[in-house]
C-alpha cells in the first residue's frame, strides 16, 4: 500500500508507525518563534535549565510587536536578541519580514519538519514542509530537544484540476476549501494537495494556500515537493536544499476533495468569520473605505506584482485608503529594482513596513462602520481594533481593482497585464538575520516579567461559572491583541485586564470576585491562533476548567499546559449550565478518564501524561 506525502514525512520523524487518531511523538527539525510569542516562550525555554538549542535550526523573528509606542515592545525585542545570542538561534530583526514569509524564502526545507509558536506557521507548507503550529511551551520543549506531541491526523487529499481562470487566485482557492469544510472542518486534519492543477501554482501561491488552511482548524496544509519547488529554491540560491517527495500513486487518504480550479470564482470571507465564503459577484458593488494588501498570506512578490499591474497608471479611489505591508525585505527589495513600488505610491497608496501590522492591529483600524477589504487571513470580530468595522477577506487582485473603483469589484475573467520581470534570480540579502556568538548577556526590560506559578488541580471544586459563550469563539475573544495590549505579552498582571474584553468587560473583575472559575463554551473553542495568553492569562484569573462542545487543535493543548482542564459536554449539559451559576466539579477519578460536572459522568480522552499534567496544574509544573 502506497503512503500519503504526510505519512512520509511523519513515519522518518518518529520511531514506530502512530494509529489514527493516536498521541504520538513527531521529532521535530526546525523551529520558529515570533516576538508576540516569543518572550513567553523563550522565558519558558530559559526555565528548563538548558545551556543551548537543539533543534538543527531555530529562528527568533520580530515582525508583529513592531510599534514602539514606550519602551515595552523594544525591550522585548532586546530581550529576544539577547536570548537567541546566547542559546544558538538566528535572529531576524524587525524590518527584515513576516516570519513565515522570510521562513519560506530562507529557511525552510521540504522534507523536514518545523514546529512555530504562531498558528500559520503550516505556511511553509507550499514548499513541502511538514510546519505546525503550537503554543509557545511546546515550541520551547522543541528547541530543548524533546519530539512535539500530536495526534496521528486524518490525510484529507484536496485533489485540484484544470486551471484558474483570468483574475481568479490561490487566495480564492483556499477560501473554496474553508467554504466546503468550514473552521471547524480542519481539526486533527492535514490537508495535503495534489492533481494536475497543482504544477501552475508557484511555491508563494502554495504557501498562501498552506497559510490559511489554518482558518479551517487544521493541524497542516502541504504540497508535494516538485520541479515547482526546486525553481523557486534555485531563485532564492538555495538549490541544494531540494528534496523531491511526493505521496505515493497509490497512498490511501481518508477523504478526496476535488476542485476543478477553471470552474472557480473570486471569492471573498465575509464579515466576520473566514468561512462566511461569498462569490465576489454576489457582493459586488459594496461601496468600500479601506483597503489593506499585505500579511502572512498575501505579500509576497507575485502578490504585489499583481498589485502594481493593477494599479500603474491609475489612482485610488478618492474615498478609499490603501496601504501595503510587503511580506519582507526581499520581497519590497524587489518591487523597488523592479519598479512596482514606484507606481504603487504613485496610486496614492501607503506604504507601510514588512511587518504583521494591521493583520493583528498594529495601526490601521478603519473608521467606525467601515467596509474594509483584507488580503490577510482572519477577519475575527474586533481583530481589526475598530468593533463596529466590516472586515472582507479577498485576494490582491480583488482588494487592488476594488480600491481603484472604490466598490467591490469581480475580478473573474479579467486579464491582467504584468508589465514588470518575476526575476531569475530573487534578491538575497541576509545582512538582518544575526547569527547567533553564544556570548550576550540576557536583557530583561522593567515590563517583563516572571511567568506565573500555578498551584496543583484539587479533586473536587464547587465553582462559579464566570463565562458563557457561543460557538466559534476566537483567541482574539479571549485575549485580544492590537497595538495596546501586545506590549504586555510579557507582562501577565498587566495583561489579563483585557481578558474577554471585547465580550465581557467585567470578565476580570468578576474572575477575581469568584477566585475560582470555569468558562462554558460552544463548538470549536478557542479557534485562531496560538497565542497562549489565551490560556495563561484566565488561569492567572482563576479559570480551572472550560467546559466546551468542542476545542480548537492548538487551544486545548495550551489550556492543557497551564493547568485548565478542557471537558468536552453535550448540548443537553451546555443548556442546563447558565452563566453565574455554581456547579460541583469532581475531578478524583481523573486517572480513569471520568470527570463528574455536577450529576453528569464525563468519560474524558486524556492520554496518560495530560492526565499527569493536569494535576499537576500544568506542564511547567511537570517537568
Ligand atoms: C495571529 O495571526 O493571530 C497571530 C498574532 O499571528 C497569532 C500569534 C499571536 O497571537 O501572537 C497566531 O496566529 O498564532
Ligand atoms: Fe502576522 Fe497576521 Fe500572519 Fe498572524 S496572520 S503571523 S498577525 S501576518
Redesign the pocket.
Known amino acids: 500500500m502506497g503512503l500519503t506525502l504526510t505519512e512520509k514525512i511523519i513515519y522518518a520523524h518518529t520511531d514506530s508507525i502512530p494509529e489514527k487518531g493516536k498521541e504520538f511523538y513527531l521529532r521535530i527539525d526546525n523551529t520558529l518563534t515570533?516576538d508576540?510569542?516569543g518572550t513567553m516562550a523563550y522565558l519558558e525555554f530559559m526555565s528548563m535549565g538548558i545551556d543551548k538549542v537543539k533543534a538543527k535550526r531555530s529562528v527568533s523573528y520580530i515582525d508583529?510587536n513592531t510599534l514602539q509606542n514606550g519602551f515595552e515592545n523594544a525591550d522585548d525585542h532586546e530581550f529576544l536578541k539577547t536570548v537567541a545570542d546566547k542559546y544558538g538561534i538566528y535572529f531576524s530583526k524587525c524590518g527584515n519580514g513576516i516570519c513565515h514569509q522570510v521562513q519560506l524564502e530562507r529557511f525552510s526545507i521540504p522534507t523536514l519538519t518545523l514546529l512555530g509558536?504562531?498558528?500559520?506557521t503550516p505556511t511553509s507548507g507550499g514548499l513541502g514542509t511538514l510546519s505546525i503550529?503550537a503554543g509557545g511551551l511546546d515550541v520551547a520543549l522543541a528547541m530543548a530537544g524533546k519530539p512535539f506531541k500530536m495526534i496521528m491526523p486524518e490525510i484529507v487529499n484536496v485533489k485540484l484540476t484544470g486551471k484558474l481562470k483570468c483574475g481568479v487566485t490561490a487566495k480564492d482557492i483556499i477560501l473554496e476549501v474553508l467554504r466546503r469544510k468550514t473552521v471547524k472542518g480542519g481539526v486533527n486534519k492535514v490537508f495535503e494537495y495534489t492533481g494536475d492543477g497543482i504544477k501552475y501554482l508557484t511555491v508563494p501561491e502554495r504557501a498562501t494556500i498552506c497559510n490559511m488552511g489554518?482558518e479551517l482548524g487544521a493541524t497542516t496544509s502541504i504540497f508535494p515537493s516538485d520541479e515547482v519547488t526546486k525553481d523557486f529554491l534555485r531563485r532564492e540560491g538555495r538549490e541544494s536544499d531540494f528534496i523531491e517527495l511526493s505521496s505515493d500513486s497509490d497512498a490511501i487518504y481518508d477523504e478526496i476533495i476535488e476542485i476543478d480550479l477553471s470552474n472557480l470564482d473570486a471569492l471573498a470571507a465575509c464579515p466576520s468569520m473566514p468561512d462566511n465564503v461569498k462569490k465576489i459577484k454576489e457582493i459586488e458593488g459594496t461601496k468600500v473605505d479601506q483597503v489593506l494588501v499585505g500579511s502572512c498570506t498575501n505579500s509576497s512578490y507575485l502578490d504585489m506584482m499583481m498589485v502594481a499591474s493593477i494599479l500603474k497608471n491609475k489612482k485610488i479611489h478618492k474615498d478609499v485608503s490603501f496601504a501595503i505591508n510587503p511580506g519582507s525585505k526581499q520581497v519590497l527589495s524587489m518591487m523597488v529594482k523592479n519598479g512596482l513600488l514606484f507606481d504603487i505610491l504613485a496610486s496614492g497608496a501607503r506604504i507601510l513596513e514588512c511587518t504583521?501590522g494591521a493583520?493583528?492591529g498594529m495601526g490601521q483600524s478603519p473608521k467606525t462602520n467601515a467596509i474594509s477589504l483584507r488580503t490577510y487571513?482572519?477577519n475575527f470580530y474586533g481583530r481589526s481594533g475598530t468593533l463596529s468595522a466590516n472586515v472582507y477577506l479577498v485576494s490582491p487582485v480583488t482588494a487592488a481593482l476594488s480600491a481603484v473603483n472604490g466598490y467591490i469589484t469581480d475580478p473573474t475573467d479579467k486579464r491582467i497585464d504584468i508589465p514588470y520581470e518575476y526575476p531569475d534570480k530573487f534578491i538575497i540579502d541576509d545582512s538582518m538575520i544575526i547569527k547567533p556568538t553564544f556570548k550576550s548577556e540576557i536583557a530583561m526590560g522593567p515590563n517583563i516579567m516572571a511567568l506565573p506559578k500555578f498551584d496543583p488541580l484539587k479533586d473536587r471544586y464547587e465553582i462559579k461559572v464566570v463565562l458563557k459563550t457561543k460557538d466559534d469563539i476566537t483567541?482574539?475573544d479571549i485575549m485580544p491583541?492590537g497595538s495596546k495590549i501586545l506590549p504586555y505579552?510579557s507582562n501577565i498582571e498587566k495583561l489579563s485586564d483585557y481578558t474577554f474584553y471585547n465580550i465581557d468587560k467585567d470578565f476580570k473583575k468578576k474572575a477575581k470576585e469568584y477566585t475560582e472559575s470555569v468558562i462554558i463554551g460552544g463548538l470549536n473553542y478557542g479557534q485562531?491562533?496560538?497565542?497562549e495568553?489565551a490560556a495563561i492569562s484566565p488561569r492567572y484569573l482563576g479559570v480551572r476548567a472550560v467546559l466546551a462542545k468542542s476545542f480548537a487543535r492548538i487551544h486545548r493543548q495550551n489550556l492543557m499546559n497551564f493547568g485548565i482542564v478542557p471537558i468536552v459536554i453535550n448540548d443537553d449539559i451546555y443548556s442546563s449550565i447558565n452563566e453565574g451559576d455554581t456547579i460541583t466539579l469532581d475531578f478524583k477519578d481523573l486517572d480513569k478518564n471520568i470527570v463528574k460536572v455536577c450529576d453528569s459522568v464525563i468519560n474524558t480522552s486524556f492520554t496518560e501524561s495530560e492526565i499527569k499534567m493536569l494535576k499537576k496544574g500544568g506542564l511547567l509544573n511537570t517537568i
Open positions: 515570533q508576540a510569542t508583529h509558536s504562531d498558528s500559520h503550529g489554518a504583521c493583520c493583528i487571513n482572519r483567541t482574539d491583541a505579552r485562531g491562533s496560538s497565542r495568553h
